[in-house]
């Protein structure tokens, strides 16, 4: 099993709509947890952090389940920009070590 | 600000030849982490750094890979001899040790070194 694990897609998706996206990770003692964003021959760029009681940042909202070991992203509105790899990043280590495992990433493309 | 630096930004070598990656971090950051992506595999951890002390290096392929930081500015990643199934992109990202990011965890990616070994 992955440390780190993420249904791969695609995800085609019609311009407006809402999309959601899973990832589940191995550690229950996990610290930290983001959504990172990569687009296509570029580097992978923070998207948001997750935290335990959810968070939102405009049309983006993660959700962190601890007792499930499951992490989500939801995009509502979806743009054509939004079409990119999404993430799933995890600190599965005890406090103080610093090393982050990514999920394989979720591609979505958003259609017109 | 500037992020993070990474040089050459591509680079086509032969087989036996030695590849040499080089990153700036983000000014007063005290990690620095070295990544390799592929298809197969995704992004991989290589080996990171705390104020320029190596502090796991478990994610390194075998010996031909070293890496190196000598100052708080400057990190380099060796391969010696290269190998062909070494062509990846090579990442290198830097983190802030507490206070000014979103999570002391949060990583900030350069653009990536595009290795292809023939």
């Known amino acids: 099993r992955k440390e780190v694990e993420q249904d791969p897609g695609p995800f085609n998706v019609p311009e407006g709509a809402t999309v959601a996206f899973n990832c589940t990770y191995s550690n229950s003692a996990s610290q930290s947890f983001f959504w990172y964003r990569q687009d296509c021959r570029k580097e992978p760029k923070l998207l948001m952090s997750?935290?335990?009681s959810g968070n939102e940042d405009g049309r983006f909202t993660a959700q962190l389940n601890r007792a499930s070991q499951y992490i989500s992203l939801l995009i509502r509105d979806s743009k054509l920009s939004d079409s990119a790899t999404y993430l799933c990043?995890?600190?599965?280590?005890?406090?103080?070590?610093?090393?982050?495992?990514f999920g394989s990433g979720t591609r979505l493309q958003v259609q017109p | 600000d500037a992020g993070v630096i990474q040089s050459p930004r591509h680079e086509v070598t032969e087989m036996g030849q030695e590849v040499t990656l080089r990153c700036k971090p983000i000014s007063g950051h005290d990690y620095l982490f070295w990544y390799r992506q592929t298809m197969m595999r995704g992004l991989e951890l290589l080996i990171y750094?705390?104020?320029?002390?190596?502090?796991?290096d478990s994610g390194m392929p075998e010996d031909r890979f070293s890496a190196k930081m000598p100052n708080a500015s400057f990190s380099t990643l060796k391969i010696q001899p290269s190998e062909p199934r070494d062509s990846a992109v090579y990442f290198c990202?830097?983190?802030?040790?507490?206070?000014?990011?979103?999570?002391?965890?949060?990583?900030?990616f350069g653009p990536g070194t595009r290795l292809t070994v023939l």
């Open positions: 990202a830097s983190s802030p040790t507490s206070g000014r990011a979103l999570s002391t965890d949060t990583q900030y």
């Open positions: 750094f705390n104020n320029n002390v190596p502090i796991d």
């Open positions: 990043v995890v600190n599965l280590g005890s406090t103080g070590r610093r090393a982050l495992t």
């Open positions: 997750v935290y335990s």
